[in-house]
Nanobody, 123 residues
């Protein structure tokens, strides 16, 4: 059983920073694709960042240079968010999925999701 739980969301003024955490249990991050997604009201779910497999680390163009994905101790996933703007307001979810052929992240919905944590730019 793979379980994920996000924390660290909140309200911050434009230009501020937050660090989201995702506690993962049931398997090691190294054996999965892991990443962060977000969804704002009325908008499609958006992949923010992912890591794992042959691809390594990838970011959405909208967050490149401002957000950083990382992991610690094979059981915690982080998303450092700097220079926040109103466009970043959304529910943020961590997610994980099995590697295809042991090294590729698949396209589409992943199998394991956290409940989400709200991030709001208050400016």
């Amino acid at each position: 059983q793979v379980q994920l739980a996000e924390s660290g969301g909140g309200s911050v003024q434009t230009g501020g920073s937050l660090r989201l955490s995702c506690a993962l249990s049931g398997t090691a991050i190294s054996r999965l694709c892991v990443g962060w997604f977000r969804q704002a009201p009325g908008k499609e779910r958006e992949e923010v960042a992912r890591m794992g497999g042959e691809v390594g680390i990838r970011y959405a163009a909208s967050v490149t240079g401002r957000f950083t994905i990382s992991e610690e101790n094979t059981n915690t996933l982080y998303l450092q968010m700097d220079s926040l703007s109103p466009e970043d307001t959304a529910m943020y979810y961590c997610a994980a999925d099995a590697l295809v052929w042991g090294k590729y992240c698949r396209t589409g919905d992943w199998n394991h999701w956290g409940r989400g944590t709200q991030v709001t730019d208050s400016s």
